[in-house]
C-alpha cells in the first residue's frame, strides 16, 4: 500500500490521546476509536507512521498492532483471555524441570527458580515444581490469587502480557516482565533456556535462529508496550 498521508500529528481529548493523519484520527479495525491514555503509548504510536516511506510496510506496526488488539478484543471479553493466561499458569514451563541428575536441571534451578520463588513472594501463592513431563495440578488457592491478579490489569496490559505469555510459555515470565526494572534479555534467556540448550546441544540451524530471534524482538516489543501503557 503506498503511503496515503503527509503529516502525524497527537491530539489530546477527554478521552484520551489519538495519533492523528492529516488532521484525521485513526480507528481500530472495528471502527472504534484508537485512543491511549498514555501519551508514551501515543507516541509510539505516531512514531510508526511517521517512519513509513513511500510504501506501508504492515508488519512494520507492532504497538498499533497490539494496541488495536487490545481495544477490539481484549476490553470485550477480558475473562477469555484471562481463563488463556490461567491455562498457561496451571502447565507453566518453569514449574517442569529435568531429572535432578541432569546438568539442565542444574542450569534450570539457576535461572528459573528464583523467578518462581519472586513470583510467590509477589503474590502470595505457592507453585509445585515438577521433575519430568507427569501434571501436577497447581494449587486451586494459588491459581484464584493469580486470577484476581489478572482481573486487575487493563485491557492494554492484559494484552500485552497475553503475548509475552505465549511467547514464553509461562505466566511466571509474562508477569515477571511487568515489574519495574525487569530485564528483557534475562527473561527471554529463562524462557529460551530448553531450546537453546537443545541447539547448542544438537547445533543451529539458520532458520531456528532467525525464528528465536524474531520471538525474542517481539518479546522484548511487548515489554516495552508494557511499560508504556503501565
Given at each position: 500500500?503506498?503511503?496515503?498521508?503527509?503529516?502525524?500529528?497527537?491530539?489530546?481529548s477527554?478521552?484520551?490521546?489519538?495519533?492523528?493523519?492529516?488532521?484525521?484520527?485513526?480507528?481500530?479495525?472495528?471502527?472504534?476509536?484508537?485512543?491511549?491514555?498514555?501519551?508514551?503509548?501515543?507516541?509510539?504510536?505516531?512514531?510508526?507512521?511517521?517512519?513509513q516511506g513511500?510504501?506501508?510496510?504492515?508488519?512494520?506496526?507492532?504497538?498499533?498492532?497490539?494496541?488495536?488488539?487490545?481495544?477490539?478484543?481484549?476490553?470485550?471479553?477480558?475473562?477469555?483471555?484471562?481463563?488463556?493466561?490461567i491455562?498457561?499458569?496451571?502447565?507453566?514451563?518453569?514449574?517442569?524441570?529435568?531429572?535432578?541428575?541432569?546438568?539442565?536441571y542444574?542450569?534450570?534451578?539457576e535461572?528459573?527458580?528464583?523467578?518462581?520463588?519472586?513470583?510467590?513472594?509477589?503474590?502470595?501463592?505457592?507453585?509445585?515444581?515438577?521433575?519430568?513431563?507427569?501434571?501436577?495440578?497447581?494449587?486451586?488457592?494459588?491459581?484464584?490469587?493469580?486470577r484476581q491478579?489478572?482481573?486487575?490489569?487493563?485491557?492494554?496490559?492484559?494484552?500485552?502480557?497475553?503475548?509475552?505469555?505465549s511467547?514464553?510459555?509461562s505466566?511466571?515470565v509474562?508477569?515477571?516482565?511487568?515489574?519495574?526494572?525487569?530485564?528483557?534479555e534475562?527473561?527471554?534467556?529463562?524462557?529460551?533456556?530448553?531450546?537453546?540448550?537443545?541447539?547448542?546441544?544438537?547445533?543451529?540451524?539458520?532458520?531456528?535462529?532467525?525464528?528465536?530471534?524474531r520471538r525474542?524482538?517481539?518479546?522484548l516489543?511487548?515489554?516495552?508496550?508494557?511499560?508504556?501503557?503501565?
Amino acid at each position: 500500500m503506498k503511503r496515503f498521508y503527509k503529516d502525524v500529528t497527537l491530539a489530546h481529548s477527554d478521552l484520551g490521546w489519538h495519533v492523528m493523519l492529516d488532521g484525521r484520527p485513526i480507528k481500530t479495525p472495528s471502527g472504534a476509536p484508537q485512543v491511549v491514555a498514555s501519551k508514551q503509548l501515543a507516541e509510539m504510536l505516531a512514531t510508526e507512521w511517521r517512519s513509513q516511506g513511500e510504501t506501508i510496510i504492515p508488519s512494520s506496526f507492532r504497538f498499533r498492532d497490539m494496541t488495536d488488539y487490545a481495544l477490539d478484543v481484549v476490553a470485550r471479553d477480558p475473562a477469555e483471555i484471562i481463563d488463556k493466561l490461567i491455562g498457561f499458569a496451571e502447565t507453566d514451563t518453569l514449574c517442569y524441570r529435568a531429572d535432578p541428575e541432569e546438568a539442565l536441571y542444574r542450569r534450570q534451578q539457576e535461572l528459573w527458580e528464583p523467578l518462581i520463588t519472586e513470583l510467590e513472594a509477589r503474590e502470595g501463592i505457592s507453585l509445585h515444581r515438577v521433575s519430568g513431563i507427569v501434571h501436577k495440578a497447581q494449587p486451586n488457592g494459588s491459581l484464584k490469587k493469580l486470577r484476581q491478579r489478572l482481573a486487575e490489569l487493563p485491557p492494554l496490559q492484559l494484552a500485552a502480557l497475553e503475548l509475552l505469555t505465549s511467547l514464553s510459555a509461562s505466566l511466571c515470565v509474562g508477569l515477571a516482565a511487568l515489574e519495574e526494572g525487569a530485564d528483557g534479555e534475562a527473561l527471554w534467556a529463562a524462557a529460551s533456556l530448553e531450546e537453546e540448550w537443545q541447539a547448542d546441544l544438537w547445533g543451529r540451524e539458520e532458520e531456528a535462529e532467525e525464528r528465536r530471534a524474531r520471538r525474542k524482538a517481539d518479546f522484548l516489543a511487548a515489554m516495552e508496550f508494557a511499560r508504556a501503557v503501565g
